[in-house]
């Protein structure tokens, strides 16, 4: 008889630095042994982990959901004057799709590099242009909603789980129940459940993974005092009240939340719903000025084909290079470099719009949609060179237009 099915979308690693107590491969390993289809990394505030957490999940046959514990501030993110480290709270993210993955990336990006004090921080309107694609929770006690249910205030709660209804809208943020045998985590889930129903909202249940099996508590708890500059023996420290945070199975969790079967069976539904692809054969590439209705490799196809008819409009052999043309443009459709070729002609006809002397070096001489584009200045037909010496349809590798510009400018 199948187990109930659950699976955990609130995990760190040891990238969730001097507080994660479990190294990526073994959380992997344990959920594999769990029997468990999916899991997800959730470190504080960084993306650190996630490219190994990704592999080590596809080797066993994990389905990899990448998220981030982010840190919110209440304010600015870039006021940092008159803060305190407990201005920041915690707000978990999921990325439902390469979208999601990509919006991940641009907040712990933000975070670290304009909203960092104490931690690297966002805010709701950085939040609010790089929501595309994410699932979102309320995360733990230290997340907003909780945080003022443990101040007494509902209404102030309850104001804040609207908020991220609004936002995000009811299908992409839930409502996240935890239960370490905490009095106050009794406390908030009686009112998180209350706000959930008020505000039309589903809920889920997770754990807070910390650590791998119950036995690591203490070594999870000496990780917390080096992370702190504190000693076991002082009392006012941070300390975790339970020995609760580890990965527990699905039998356990549907213990814990027996009253709440549909907190479980959310957990799978989110799941469901994660699905990003990340490629490492291909470097990912931007194509600029790609007018609406076209693809990179349409738009290039144009610019090519007006290029040849300026460069060789009324050459005899028109026929001839209409033919390697043509060839190229399919070699580079194949290969999906159209966006390189882009990429290098903006930037081609940006100096010679500013007088900035440069030169082409190398194989790219042999391309004829190089020369149609700017990039070159030499007939790749009046001297027989040959296009497979720059890019190989039978060795597909990234292609290497070597430049060189005036280093005065």
Same mark, same amino acid.
């Given at each position: 008889?199948?187990?109930?099915?659950?699976?955990?979308?609130?995990?760190?690693?040891?990238?969730?630095?001097?507080?994660?107590?479990?190294?990526?491969?073994?959380?992997?390993?344990r959920a594999a042994d769990l029997e468990m289809e999916a899991l997800a990394l959730t470190d504080h505030g960084v993306l650190y982990g996630a490219v190994d957490f990704y592999e080590t999940c596809r080797k066993v046959g994990i389905k990899p959901i990448i998220g981030v514990e982010a840190y919110v501030t209440d304010g600015d993110l870039r006021q940092k004057k008159g803060r305190t480290e407990?201005?920041?709270?915690?707000?978990?993210?999921?990325?439902?799709?390469?979208?999601?993955?990509?919006?991940?990336?641009?907040?712990?990006?933000?975070?670290?590099?304009?909203?960092?004090?104490?931690?690297?921080?966002?805010?709701?309107?950085?939040?609010?242009?790089?929501?595309?694609?994410?699932?979102?929770?309320?995360?733990?006690?230290?997340?907003?909603?909780?945080?003022?249910?443990?101040?007494?205030?509902?209404?102030?709660?309850?104001?804040?789980?609207?908020?991220?209804?609004?936002?995000?809208?009811?299908?992409?943020?839930?409502?996240?129940?935890?239960?370490?045998?905490?009095?106050?985590?009794?406390?908030?889930?009686?009112?998180?459940?209350?706000?959930?129903?008020?505000?039309?909202?589903?809920?889920?249940?997770?754990?807070?993974?910390?650590?791998?099996?119950?036995?690591?508590?203490?070594?999870?708890?000496?990780?917390?005092?080096?992370?702190?500059?504190?000693?076991?023996?002082?009392?006012?420290?941070?300390?975790?009240?339970?020995?609760?945070?580890?990965?527990?199975?699905?039998?356990?969790?549907?213990?814990?939340?027996?009253?709440?079967?549909?907190?479980?069976?959310?957990?799978?539904?989110?799941?469901? =719903?994660?699905?990003?692809?990340?490629?490492?054969?291909?470097?990912?590439?931007?194509?600029?000025?790609?007018?609406?209705?076209?693809?990179?490799?349409?738009?290039?196809?144009?610019?090519?084909?007006?290029?040849?008819?300026?460069?060789?409009?009324?050459?005899?052999?028109?026929?001839?290079?209409?033919?390697?043309?043509?060839?190229?443009?399919?070699?580079?459709?194949?290969?999906?470099?159209?966006?390189?070729?882009?990429?290098? =002609?903006?930037?081609?006809?940006?100096?010679?719009?500013?007088?900035?002397?440069?030169?082409?070096?190398?194989?790219?001489?042999?391309?004829?949609?190089?020369?149609?584009?700017?990039?070159?200045?030499?007939?790749?037909?009046?001297?027989?060179?040959?296009?497979? =010496?720059?890019?190989?349809?039978?060795?597909?590798?990234?292609?290497?237009?070597?430049?060189?510009?005036?280093?005065?400018?």
């Amino acid at each position: 008889m199948p187990g109930p099915s659950f699976v955990h979308l609130h995990t760190h690693s040891e990238f969730s630095l001097l507080d994660g107590a479990a190294r990526l491969e073994a959380l992997v390993q344990r959920a594999a042994d769990l029997e468990m289809e999916a899991l997800a990394l959730t470190d504080h505030g960084v993306l650190y982990g996630a490219v190994d957490f990704y592999e080590t999940c596809r080797k066993v046959g994990i389905k990899p959901i990448i998220g981030v514990e982010a840190y919110v501030t209440d304010g600015d993110l870039r006021q940092k004057k008159g803060r305190t480290e407990k201005n920041a709270y915690h707000l978990l993210l999921l990325a439902e799709n390469f979208t999601g993955y990509k919006n991940l990336l641009k907040l712990t990006t933000i975070a670290a590099l304009e909203g960092f004090y104490y931690k690297p921080r966002i805010d709701h309107h950085t939040l609010e242009e790089h929501k595309e694609g994410l699932i979102v929770t309320s995360a733990c006690l230290s997340g907003e909603v909780c945080s003022a249910l443990l101040a007494g205030e509902y209404k102030r709660a309850l104001a804040i789980a609207g908020y991220y209804r609004d936002l995000l809208g009811p299908d992409h943020y839930y409502i996240e129940l935890q239960n370490h045998g905490l009095d106050r985590q009794t406390q908030c889930n009686e009112q998180l459940l209350k706000i959930a129903r008020d505000l039309g909202l589903r809920t889920i249940c997770t754990n807070d993974v910390h650590y791998l099996q119950q036995s690591d508590a203490e070594a999870h708890d000496v990780l917390l005092c080096i992370g702190t500059g504190a000693t076991v023996a002082d009392e006012n420290r941070l300390r975790y009240d339970a020995d609760q945070f580890y990965m527990k199975s699905p039998e356990e969790m549907a213990a814990l939340f027996a009253d709440y079967p549909a907190a479980l069976e959310q957990t799978v539904e989110i799941a469901s =719903r994660c699905n990003v692809e990340l490629e490492f054969d291909r470097a990912p590439m931007p194509a600029p000025g790609i007018p609406q209705g076209h693809t990179a490799h349409t738009y290039l196809r144009e610019q090519a084909l007006l290029g040849l008819d300026r460069k060789v409009g009324n050459h005899p052999q028109q026929a001839r290079y209409r033919e390697r043309l043509e060839y190229e443009l399919g070699i580079i459709e194949l290969t999906g470099f159209a966006p390189y070729f882009l990429i290098v =002609r903006d930037f081609a006809l940006f100096a010679k719009k500013q007088g900035i002397f440069f030169g082409v070096r190398g194989s790219a001489a042999g391309s004829l949609v190089s020369y149609c584009l700017d990039i070159t200045d030499i007939d790749p037909l009046d001297y027989d060179l040959t296009f497979e =010496r720059f890019l190989n349809p039978e060795r597909i590798q990234m292609p290497d237009i070597d430049m060189d510009f005036e280093d005065t400018r």
